[in-house]
């Protein structure tokens, strides 16, 4: 995928009937804008009051009490020069306002909530338009090749050779951006050593 692949906002409903089960399936592209932020890491979770403008801006919804059709959870880090940046807990998230997009998180672990009343696909780029955090094929925030460096993407340890924004969030896949320097070899990050209470 292309970085103009970013204002792409597909939103298409499949419906399957196959032995008189109806299953909808809501399959995101990705966000309309993969847009926020234009400062250098660490990069803050909006505001409480903020974050249901962000989600729609991801083109999400509040799923809050919502019977859930899926559940699953992929981890993100993110390196930067060499040194990790925090994913925020609570990006498209809050227990006292009873918010939750379905895709979220909670904690500053990096791991990615996928929570939904309904089986769709949702993309990574989604969620940084959450965080009010620019991302695409070639930068993060304010920070790619016109800095000097260069963006390097991981999918369970294999390179990803698309734009991020379009990565698909599957249960338990380990996604990594990386960073660094134009020139400097870079190598996968280890693996996420996932808590016990998600296996």
Avoid: C, K
């Avoid at 993969?34 to 799923?63: C, F, I």
């Amino acid at each position: 995928m292309v970085a103009s692949a970013r204002v792409l906002g597909l939103v298409a409903a499949l419906a399957l009937v196959g032995g008189g089960v109806s299953i909808a399936v809501a399959q995101s592209g990705l966000p309309n804008r993969v847009s926020g932020s234009e400062t250098a890491p660490p990069w803050p979770v909006p505001a409480v009051a903020d974050r249901p403008e962000r989600a729609a801006e991801a083109g999400l919804t509040n799923v809050w009490g919502e019977d859930l059709a899926m559940h699953v959870h992929s981890h993100l880090s993110i390196t930067v020069d060499g040194e990790s940046v925090t994913v925020p807990g609570d990006i498209g998230h809050d227990a006292d306002t009873r918010f939750a997009a379905p895709l979220h998180t909670h904690d500053t672990t990096g791991i990615v909530h996928v929570e939904s009343p309904r089986r769709e696909t949702l993309v990574l780029g989604q969620l940084f338009t959450e965080w009010d955090v620019h991302l695409d094929a070639t930068s993060i925030g304010s920070l790619g090749a016109d800095d000097g460096y260069t963006l390097t993407t991981f999918v369970g340890g294999s390179r990803y050779g698309g734009d991020p924004a379009g990565i698909r969030l599957g249960d338990f896949d380990d996604i990594a951006l990386v960073l660094a320097p134009t020139g400097e070899a870079v190598t996968a990050p280890p693996a996420f050593d996932w808590p016990d209470d998600y296996r």
